[in-house]
């Protein structure tokens, strides 16, 4: 039998997990010091870490055989058991195939004007301001479009449903220690809540139907699944709490790292602003959005270079092997999407920003496990095309519209947990053109 992978236990129960949570360079210091495979003990269970394109491919090719989703008890426990991200098996497929419906071509081309809409309002709103604490509103900006085209309420952020939420994102990733002053038992509380929000807003769109299908919730209200039959109102609210958190807290981070990058990189801020020039008079569709392909590729590289998710945790269903080594049964695996984009071998100067990566008429092209932003498989992120869309809007308004420079002595270091954002909040002076 093949031996287990090298590493360490750390303290008693707790294992390593106060490091993981705290150091963002927890995996890279142990594959330095163990290689390319290493266990720990996080969160109460083995765990193994491997990385790689082939890595990647093991585990994100093998859902159901080898490997299943899991999640930190904390994150379960608060996500709710219904909910699309904990799912399994053919549940799991048929879910998917109604919840998708919210992010097909024809969905997300209607959802177009209501984010344009909401980008303009913000970017007055920071331009009367002047110099402002940019990630808070970030994530204010990100809700109140989440809230609107997801479930039909507006200026989110602004109401109860917006401050539950937010009491909830924080304890996603966190001890699961349920006393009423911790992170987790406040989010339990905010669930709770939140869940009774829901119920409300859901019993009022089924008694009075807007008709108008103009946001997720709508249409999850109409669909069915292969039996014809509409979804649950318990695994509703599950499943809308999934996509408000999918298309808020993810999408906030991607959006301030290309604040942040693009703002640290004049010659490439030049030539954004150079490519936008030419859709100012242009109606922004899905076709001319498509037609920015410099932007394309400067998004692109953002999210190779902070990848909004470090990586996934899976449960090993039977007993395989990596690379000589074993991974047992009922043990955690986790592949690592920021490991892989920081790979040398696929990214030469892996801590450069370098747009032209990406740049299809150059470049070489990167294998398909080898730029995994948005995970893989059968599970890649169900709203990948609308936070694609969303970015691409905010970018092209604020390139076009707006300018934006760092305040100086600010702490730009990054806080990973639970997504990546400069430490001090990305203190900036914005105004608007003219």
């Not at 920071?126 to 507006?154: N, Q």
């Amino acid at each position: 039998m093949n031996p287990l992978p090298p590493g360490r236990s750390g303290l008693p129960l707790l294992g390593e997990t106060i490091a993981f949570f705290t150091d963002p360079d927890f995996s890279r210091k142990r594959h330095q010091e163990f290689g390319a495979v290493f266990r720990t003990h996080l969160l109460g269970q083995n765990t193994v870490f491997i990385q790689g394109v082939a890595a990647n491919q093991f585990i994100l090719e093998n859902e159901n055989r080898y490997f299943q989703v899991t999640w930190p008890p904390s994150t379960r426990r608060l996500l709710g058991n219904l909910s699309l991200a904990l799912q399994t098996g053919t549940t799991h497929q048929s879910r998917r195939k109604i919840l998708v419906q919210a992010f097909m071509p024809r969905a997300l081309s209607s959802y177009i004007p209501t984010i344009e809409s909401i980008t303009r309002t913000y970017c007055h709103k920071w331009h009367e301001i002047g110099e402002l604490t940019w990630y808070p509103e970030l994530r204010h900006y990100t809700l109140d479009v989440a809230c609107k085209l997801l479930v039909g309420v507006d200026n989110g952020s602004q109401t109860r449903l917006g401050t539950l939420f937010e009491t909830w994102c924080a304890g996603l990733f966190s001890l699961p220690i349920n006393l009423p002053w911790t992170r987790f038992g406040k989010a339990q509380r905010a669930r709770q809540l939140l869940l009774e929000e829901l119920t409300h807003i859901i019993q009022t769109r089924q008694q009075n139907p807007s008709g108008t299908g103009d946001n997720a919730l709508d249409l999850l209200l109409d669909a069915v699944d292969e039996s014809g039959n509409h979804l649950e109102l318990a695994e509703l609210k599950d499943q809308v709490l999934l996509l408000l958190f999918a298309g808020h807290e993810t999408l906030t981070s991607a959006i301030a790292s290309f604040c942040l990058l693009v703002s640290q990189h004049p010659a490439i801020l030049a030539q954004l602003r150079q490519e936008q020039a030419q859709f100012d008079s242009q109606v922004l569709s899905l076709e001319t959005l498509k037609q920015m392909t410099y932007l394309e590729q400067v998004l692109k590289e953002v999210m190779r270079k902070i990848p909004p998710v470090g990586g996934g945790f899976r449960k090993v269903l039977q007993t395989c092997e990596f690379q000589g080594y074993q991974i047992p049964s009922g043990w955690n695996v986790l592949y690592q999407i920021g490991l892989t984009h920081a790979d040398e071998h696929l990214y030469p100067m892996p801590q450069k920003f370098d747009p032209e990566r990406f740049n299809e008429s150059q470049a070489t092209p990167v294998p398909k496990y080898g730029y995994i932003p948005f995970g893989g498989g059968i599970r890649e992120c169900l709203g990948k095309e609308f936070a694609r869309l969303e970015m691409k809007i905010f970018a092209s308004y604020l390139l076009r519209h707006a300018q934006w420079e760092l305040l100086p002595n600010q702490d730009l270091n990054l806080v990973t947990i639970p997504t990546p954002h400069p430490r001090d909040g990305l203190r900036v002076k914005f105004q608007m053109n003219g």
